[in-house]
């Protein structure tokens, strides 16, 4: 799944693709935005992603199904 978060002062949105379910994800957003002080998410390939919960802009969830690729997505 591709998570997109929008950080504040930063020209640039962070895109991770993890391994985790929607309702983790938009658990672990709310629990920032209601306090915690830092969103910690872990990407596919197991590396910790902090961002402080002051600065999320936005927080963009993509969908579970991954895209086909090839001839045979026709």
Request: without cysteine; aromatic residues 2%; hydrophobic residues 40%.
């Amino acid at each position: 799944m591709e998570i997109t978060i929008g950080v504040q002062n930063l020209a640039r949105e962070l895109t991770i693709e993890t391994d985790a379910t929607a309702e983790e994800i938009s658990k672990a957003v709310t629990d920032a935005l209601n306090g915690k002080p830092v969103l910690e998410l872990t990407d596919s390939r197991g590396r910790k992603i902090l961002v402080p919960s002051a600065t999320i802009g936005y927080v963009e969830i993509g969908a579970e199904e991954q895209r086909k690729v090839g001839f045979g997505s026709l």
